[in-house]
């Protein structure tokens, strides 16, 4: 049966259920400084994006400017309730434990956030040495660009075309699909929303999962499939 060279698994959202812990405090933080709006609207459009990425993008959308201050301070308010509250997606152990071939983590989180909220899960003994910010790549450019895809299968010598992403954020199906990589879409975490497999599936995903019992038998599937066949 072929095999993929890599399996690459976002963080948030995807291995831990951090994407709800931190729109509830952005979503809060952004309403005090001017710019009203729920923690579940600002998770289905801004999964997947830095905060300070997701400024901007406010900023175009409403002309309220935003103090610099505020990306610092968010930062610090999800650490802290991502220190106490953050829990692993279910399922997730078991499903990374029957990858056998090489894995990796992509995020755009920083590489201690992601470090810690792994060790709380127990989950870094399976990625350790194998971990991927967008912030740490020598470019700096985080998702939707595809450089810490395309920057992790360089490195662990992967061919992006034989590569599996799963992702949950059309951000990041737009990332590992302009990577040249296969991406199966998940929607398994507590920020996901009606339409959420819709938008996944219309950003690229081939396929769209909601439990993780349903990964192995997904890639092994999607393994004998190729777009270049």
Not at 22 to 36: D, K, M, N, W, Y
Not at 45 to 70: C, H, W
Not at 76 to 85: A, C
Request: proline residues 4%.
């Amino acid at each position: 049966m072929p095999q993929p060279d890599l399996v690459i698994f976002d963080c948030d959202g995807v291995l831990v259920d951090s994407e709800i812990i931190a729109a509830r405090v952005e979503a809060e933080l952004l309403t005090s400084a001017g710019f009203e709006i729920s923690a579940e609207e600002l998770a289905e459009t801004y999964a997947g994006l830095t905060f300070k990425d997701i400024l901007m993008r406010v900023e175009e959308k409403s002309n309220i400017p935003f103090q610099a201050a505020l990306i610092d301070r968010a930062e610090e308010l999800v650490d802290r309730k991502l220190r106490s509250d953050v829990r692993i997606i279910d399922g997730a152990r078991e499903a990374v434990a029957t990858v056998t071939v090489p894995r990796a983590v992509c995020s755009n989180s920083r590489k201690e956030r992601i470090e810690f909220m792994l060790e709380k899960v127990r989950l870094l003994p399976f990625f350790a040495g194998r971990i991927f910010s967008g912030l740490d790549i020598p470019s700096k450019k985080t998702k939707p660009a595809p450089d810490v895809f395309l920057y992790a299968a360089e490195q662990l010598g992967a061919n992006p075309k034989n590569t599996f992403v799963i992702e949950d954020s059309v951000h990041g199906i737009t990332g590992a699909r302009a990577a040249g990589m296969r991406v199966i879409g998940f929607t398994g975490a507590g920020h996901s929303y009606p339409g959420h497999a819709d938008a996944l599936t219309e950003a690229g995903a081939e396929t769209v999962i909601r439990r993780f019992a349903e990964l192995g038998s997904t890639i092994a599937a999607l393994s004998e499939w190729s777009e270049d066949a």
